[in-house]
């Protein structure tokens, strides 16, 4: 079989990065999800992956330019560091849009970025590429 279309990709990305926050408000304290209903919740985290997707695409890249040095200086460690700010200011983009998801303090969003990372990773080995674009 051929790749899927864009569309497709998109759509599967976006499902396993919201399935991966799920993930994160279940194991981390600090990462809260509103409640609601199920369906409710399900929206919610769609629309946080959005906003998720939206901050590595374009505000991620301008810090790791400007953070070279630092990653070098660190060997790679600082984007840990990056990766737990891009969670924090995911975060507070969804609560400036009245989106209940909320990440209390560094520590919550270093460990909620980690196990977003992993599990995003894991569900993509899982999913065959011609699904989602790779």
Known sequence: MGQAGPALAFVVRTVVVAASLWVATVLVSGIELGNGATSTRVLTLLAV??????????????????GCPLYILTLGLFALVVNAL?????????????????????WSAF????????VSFFLHLVIPDRYDGR
């Open 111 to 118: 460990w909620g970025a980690l196990v977003v990372g992993i």
């Open 49 to 66: 992956a959005l906003v998720f997707g939206v901050v590595n695409a374009i505000v991620k890249p301008v810090v790791a330019l400007v």
């Open 86 to 106: 891009m969670f924090m200011l995911t975060g507070w983009l969804s609560g400036v849009l009245n989106l209940p998801f909320a990440v209390d303090g560094f």
